[in-house]
T-cell receptor, first 113, second 112 residues
Framework: EPEVTQTPSHQVTQMGQEVILRCVPISNHLYFYWYRQILGQKVEFLVSFYNNEISEKSEIFDDQFSVERPDGSNFTLKIRSTKLEDSAMYFC???????????FGPGTRLLVL | GNSVTQMEGPVTLSEEAFLTINCTYTATGYPSLFWYVQYPGEGLQLLLKATKADDKGSNKGFEATYRKETTSFHLEKGSVQVSDSAVYFCALTTNTGNQFYFGTGTSLTVIP
């Protein structure tokens, strides 16, 4: 069964450094998403992406964040200058169509020191 | 706005016990409701869903009924197994956007 994959599974970085989190969505899906979960808190929506552009983003997704689909398979989340409060589990998801079931990857646990 | 409130955990049950995890929601528009499960070390997996009022979603012995009158989508299973130990997330999406709104998750541990 096709699945969403994410790399790395864990990342430790210093405050102020740039990080890129990578995702490979399910191949015939058209909509891509990033969510995050700070320890002990809700899973929060960051951004959705369709047709090579952002379709929706939350207040969390400020200028420090960017997303890209650099080729036909990868979908990346970049945090330009990490802050301590960016430490969280980051989930990528994809769906075949808008408002359909979203399929999630296993997550990348980011720790900013 | 849109939000999901989920029963707090952790929940510990003996094998073959009855499980209920409460979930209530507020939503604008017409929500679809979901339960996702996260097994240790894995991603969020869809467990079941319901897209309109009075629909019942079911999978692997779990079920939940979309109750518009009480704005609820409680998860139930008649007889839990050790393999059901996981974190369960209630979520919704609406026809006014494409993001999911999640509850905080409920950790379930089933002991033999």
């Amino acid at each position: 069964e096709p699945e969403v994959t994410q790399t790395p599974s864990h990342q430790v970085t210093q405050m102020g450094q740039e990080v890129i989190l990578r995702c490979v969505p399910i191949s015939n899906h058209l909509y891509f998403y990033w969510y995050r979960q700070i320890l002990g808190q809700k899973v929060e929506f960051l951004v959705s992406f369709y047709n090579n552009e952002i379709s929706e983003k939350s207040e969390i997704f400020d200028d420090q964040f960017s997303v890209e689909r650099p080729d036909g398979s990868n979908f990346t989340l970049k945090i330009r200058s990490t802050k301590l409060e960016d430490s969280a589990m980051y989930f990528c998801a994809s769906s075949r169509d808008n408002q359909e079931t979203q399929y999630f990857g296993p997550g990348t646990r980011l720790l900013v020191l | 706005g849109n939000s999901v409130t989920q029963m707090e955990g952790p929940v510990t049950l003996s094998e073959e016990a009855f499980l209920t995890i409460n979930c209530t929601y507020t939503a604008t528009g017409y929500p679809s409701l979901f339960w996702y499960v996260q097994y240790p070390g894995e991603g969020l997996q869809l467990l079941l869903k319901a897209t309109k009022a009075d629909d019942k979603g079911s999978n692997k012995g779990f079920e939940a009924t979309y109750r518009k009158e009480t704005t609820s989508f409680h998860l139930e299973k008649g007889s839990v197994q050790v393999s059901d130990s996981a974190v369960y997330f209630c979520a919704l999406t609406t026809n006014t956007g494409n993001q999911f709104y999640f509850g905080t998750g409920t950790s379930l541990t089933v002991i033999p």
